[in-house]
């Protein structure tokens, strides 16, 4: 049968059904392919519909394509930053490690802007989709604000293979400065294609727009 959407709640449990089902009728072997395919469907990760169907119409509940990119955006950065610095002087690799936090701390399942992110991350953590960069010990208080600073700072290198050190300093959020990153002006905007909400931030002179945290004061 060929779906044209699966925003549907019924239509997703019953391909869950039906893919839970072939992994007791199946073998052994196939049992991993259908516990994927299975997560894709519970968590309504829109990025991997495609595997299940030829044609499907994107909305609703799950995990949007862009978040799923932005996941693999900041974890390539966190990957290349971890990389390059392998390849720094003893010294200057201590000083860096000393500064800055160069290590993932994942993201915030409690949160409701961060939580389709988690999603995710623990989707391609488990099914090791990817390469992923080394974690920290969840205690350097990123969130997706600081993430979407370093993707901001990242885009001026992203092409680069090796990260010099200059470039590690500027896209890393430093130690100790993690509440100075930008200063958020609290207006509330709607983006008309999602229910987030939004808020307006202050990067020296010049303003955009990202996904407003939870925490936000």
Do not use: W
Not at 162 to 187: M, N, Q, Y
């Amino acid at each position: 049968m060929k779906l044209q959407s699966l925003e549907n709640s019924a239509i997703r449990l019953l391909m869950f059904n039906q893919y839970k089902i072939m992994s007791l009728l199946g073998r052994n072997d196939e049992g991993d392919s259908y516990d994927y395919y299975q997560d894709i469907i519970v968590n309504g990760i829109e990025k991997k519909y495609p595997v299940l169907l030829e044609s499907i119409s994107f909305g609703g509940a799950g995990v949007p394509i862009k978040v799923s990119e932005d996941v693999e955006l900041i974890l390539e950065i966190f990957c290349k930053i971890q990389g390059s610095i392998r390849k720094l002087d003893d010294e200057i690799q201590r000083d860096i490690k000393k500064e800055y936090h160069i290590y993932f701390d994942g993201f915030d399942a409690g949160n409701n802007i961060e939580q389709p992110y988690y999603t995710y991350y623990e989707f391609l953590n488990k099914y090791k989709e990817g390469k992923l960069p080394q974690k920290g010990n969840g205690e350097s208080g990123l969130t997706l604000h600081h993430y979407n600073q370093m993707m901001n700072s990242y885009m001026k290198h992203g092409s680069d293979e090796t990260l010099d050190e200059d470039k590690i300093r500027s896209i890393c959020i430093r130690k100790g400065e993690e509440a100075g990153v930008s200063e958020a002006i609290l207006v509330d905007f709607t983006d008309p294609g999602t229910s987030l909400p939004l808020q307006l931030v202050k990067e020296d002179k010049t303003y955009h727009l990202e996904p407003k945290q939870a925490d936000t004061e």
